[in-house]
C-alpha cells in the first residue's frame, strides 16, 4: 500500500480505493469527475472499489482489442456485466447482458437482464442467450 503518491509517477496502472460506506465511494466518484474530467476514468467495480485508470484502460477498449484481434465485429460480441466498469464495454458490444443483481444504471443500459449472481445467472445467461438465441 502507497501512503503518498509523491514521487511515484511511472508503472501505476490503477488507483484503487476501498470503504464500506457506498455512499462515500459515490461521492469520492463525482468528486474525481469533477476534479480531473475526462483525464481519468473513475468507477466503481463493487459497492466498496473506487477504481481509477486511464481513461482509455477500460472494458470497451477490451472489446474493441479482441475485436481486431480475432477479426470479430463487435455486432458480434456479447458481454455481460453488474457494474459500473462494465457500461464501457456495454456501449461497443453488440449484444449486453446485466446480471439480476446489476445496479439499475448497468440494468437500463443493457439488452438483456438475466438472474442474479445467486441464482446462476452467468450460466442462465449463457444457456438462454448466447447457446439458445432463438
Do not use: W
Amino acid at each position: 500500500m502507497i501512503e503518498r503518491f509523491e514521487g511515484v509517477e511511472t508503472g501505476v496502472t490503477k488507483i484503487v480505493g476501498v470503504s464500506d460506506d457506498a455512499d462515500a465511494c459515490a461521492a469520492a466518484i463525482a468528486d474525481l469527475h469533477a476534479r480531473f474530467g475526462e483525464q481519468v476514468l473513475a468507477t466503481r467495480s463493487q459497492n466498496y472499489f473506487v477504481d481509477v485508470t486511464n481513461p482509455d484502460a477500460n472494458k470497451g477498449s477490451v472489446v474493441r482489442f479482441l475485436s481486431a484481434k480475432y477479426d470479430i465485429p463487435v455486432a458480434q460480441i456479447a458481454t455481460l456485466g453488474d457494474m459500473e466498469n462494465d457500461l464501457s464495454m456495454f456501449k461497443v458490444s453488440g449484444f449486453s447482458i446485466a446480471m439480476g443483481n446489476a445496479i439499475d444504471e448497468v440494468q437500463r443500459a443493457a439488452t438483456v437482464v438475466t438472474t442474479s449472481n445467486e441464482n446462476e445467472g452467468f450460466a442462465t445467461a449463457i444457456a438462454k442467450f448466447i447457446l439458445d438465441a432463438s
